[in-house]
């Protein structure tokens, strides 16, 4: 009888209710025969290739990346059904996006755990090298360790999955929570295996290298340091910098682009700046394309398909940009702004707080949000903007960055800070110099602080998702000064429009004036501290509701 390779969605037991085989194993096209099927290089690198992108992903990137990502952390202003709850910080266990990103993240690590379990033994009963083996395992362990580190920053303490099947076959389907630090070293140990196995260079653009692994290495000794309380707090701190500086000054032909603009092109796919990008496919289908064009264009005058209407950067986030910074008109489109990259059809796109329809004053045809600005980045336009790389399914063509060498720049500067609030190292200051000069902006000089990087960090990467990481790193060095510093932003604060029929004062910032509310909102440490796990998995696995406990690593 042949052996399907099981493809656990977070071994049932901790995110679905009900179970049935369909959470047990891929559907027959997907499955893989293992004895039969990894018999050479090609077959098993076609097995990692699902750990990069696709459906496994989809639900994770198309909501909770950037609900948590960039409106938890005040970055996106949207206050609609239970995505805006992520906005107010007033979801609970029962959210269906925190639970979607839960899933996701769990079916992700399964794929990983299968390349890992099931692979192995039969590529060498095919007489596979050991060195293609290897490669393979550090791609899903790479993989793996991202997983993990992002379920880890969200709820802080999660079981530790490594083997599905096996969990299945001995009945005991019921696993505790397990303790971050455990988590930390369960992620360490992953990349210490993937950067020992993958290539410098690997020959398909796109896979992981040992510098990806190296980055996210020292991303993680970055985030583990900001817990001052450690006492091998500034063990790690020297740790992240010399990770980070190892890539920066020998990763095999990677390099920042002088284009920040490029970047989130379909052309900028896979560009020399990119050290892990989830690869999407352009109009090849639902789940298997970037959502960010549909979800966050504006109106139908540049995307096919969009629902980015009421989307747009906090009011906060929009004063954060210091003048002339090259970087904000590809971050979020102002009055003015002019792409001709956009509705080419027409001769390019010009940013307009309203457009006024001639037809109809009362039907304009794009009309204003709340915050009188939208979103660009990952932006690109219509099928025919694209040479036809965007569909009508959430599929555009551009790749979703989760680290960028400019990211080891700054990573470099926030560890040379350590547990202090400033440095004068002068390879910090040349390293955030680099970033700025890219955006047209003056040098930084001694000494550099902690506010200046994290606000270079808001900047550089603005609308990548990542802004919540550090939020929590600001919370593991003073929580009640990241917790002050989230309820400082006045998020809540709006435009509301002045009653006029004026269409040139409708078109202008002086038709508007701010709103805020008489009761602002306040979010508690707590919150920062761990979202709730899901009450879908709660109920699936009582376990959960526990305490968190050491993982068992023999």
């Given at each position: 009888m042949k052996k399907f390779i099981k493809y656990i969605l977070l071994g049932v037991f901790i995110m679905i209710a009900s179970c049935s085989k369909d959470f047990l194993t891929v559907d027959p096209v997907d499955s893989i025969v293992a004895d039969n099927y990894y018999k050479n290089k090609d077959e098993i690198r076609s097995s990692t290739a699902i750990l990069y992108g696709g459906t496994a992903w989809f639900d994770y990137l198309a909501g909770?990346?950037?609900?948590?990502?960039?409106?938890?952390?005040?970055?996106?202003?949207?206050?609609?059904?239970?995505?805006?709850?992520?906005?107010?910080?007033?979801?609970?266990?029962?959210?269906?996006?925190?639970?979607?990103?839960?899933?996701?993240l769990f079916r992700v690590n399964s794929y990983c755990n299968s390349v890992i379990n099931d692979m192995p033994d039969a590529a060498r009963k095919n007489g596979v090298s050991e060195d293609v083996i290897n490669a393979a395992l550090g791609e899903a362990?790479?993989?793996?360790?991202?997983?993990y580190f992002l379920l880890t920053e969200y709820w802080g303490e999660v079981p530790i999955v490594e083997n599905g099947s096996d969990l299945i076959a001995s009945g005991d389907m019921m696993l505790p929570k397990n303790t971050r630090k455990s988590l930390y070293e369960f992620i360490r140990r992953d990349l210490a295996f993937a950067e020992e196995?993958?290539?410098?260079?690997?020959?398909?653009?796109?896979?992981?290298?040992?510098?990806?692994?190296?980055?996210?290495?020292?991303?993680?000794?970055l985030t583990m340091a900001s817990d001052l309380t450690d006492s091998q707090s500034a063990e790690y701190f020297d740790l992240a910098k010399k990770y980070a500086q190892e890539v920066i000054d020998n990763s095999d032909g990677f390099q920042m682009i002088d284009s920040y603009k490029e970047l989130f092109t379909i052309e900028g796919n896979n560009n020399s700046e990119s050290l892990f990008a989830l690869q999407m496919i352009g109009a090849g289908g639902y789940g298997l394309g970037n959502p960010r064009n549909t979800a966050w264009s504006r109106s139908s005058v540049i995307a096919d398909q969009t629902w980015g209407g009421g989307k747009g950067p906090t009011l906060n986030f929009q004063s954060a940009f210091e003048p002339n910074d090259g970087r904000r008109k590809w971050i979020i489109m102002q009055k003015g702004d002019y792409y001709p990259e956009l509705d080419k059809a027409d001769g390019g796109y010009t940013y307009n707080i309203r457009t006024a329809n001639p037809d109809d004053p009362n039907s304009p045809i794009e009309n204003a949000n709340q915050v009188l600005s939208h979103i660009k980045k990952y932006v690109i336009g219509k099928a025919a903007d694209v040479n036809n790389q965007v569909g009508t399914d959430q599929d555009a063509g551009n790749n979703l960055y989760l680290m960028r060498l400019s990211e080891m720049y700054l990573i470099y500067c926030e560890a040379a800070i350590g547990s202090g609030n400033e440095t004068s190292d002068a390879t910090a200051l040349e390293y955030i110099n680099t970033v700025r000069e890219r955006a047209g902006l003056a040098d930084r000089v001694a000494p550099l602080t902690f506010a200046e990087v994290m606000h270079?960090?808001?900047?550089?990467?603005?609308?990548?998702?990542?802004?919540?990481?550090?939020?929590?790193?600001?919370?593991?060095?003073?929580?009640?000064?990241?917790?002050?510093?989230?309820?400082?932003?006045?998020?809540?604060?709006?435009?509301?429009?002045?009653?006029t029929s004026d269409e040139n004062l409708m078109n202008s910032y002086a038709g508007y004036e701010i709103a805020t509310p008489e009761v602002p909102m306040v979010i508690y440490s707590d919150q920062i501290k761990a979202f709730p796990i899901p009450s879908e998995a709660v109920v699936s696995d009582p376990m959960l509701a526990g305490e968190a406990v050491d993982y068992n690593f023999e």
């Open positions: 909770l990346m950037f609900y948590a990502g960039d409106m938890a952390s005040g970055d996106m202003y949207y206050t609609y059904d239970q995505e805006g709850q992520f906005f107010y910080f007033s979801f609970n266990s029962g959210n269906a996006h925190l639970t979607s990103g839960w899933k996701s362990r790479f993989v793996r360790a991202w997983v196995n993958l290539p410098g260079k690997d020959e398909e653009a796109g896979r992981a290298t040992k510098w990806a692994a190296k980055g996210l290495m020292a991303k993680l000794y270079e960090r808001r900047i550089e990467f603005g609308m990548e998702s990542i802004r919540w990481f550090d939020i929590k790193r600001m919370y593991y060095r003073n929580a009640q000064a990241a917790t002050e510093f989230l309820n400082a932003q006045d998020r809540e604060n709006y435009y509301y429009a002045i009653p």
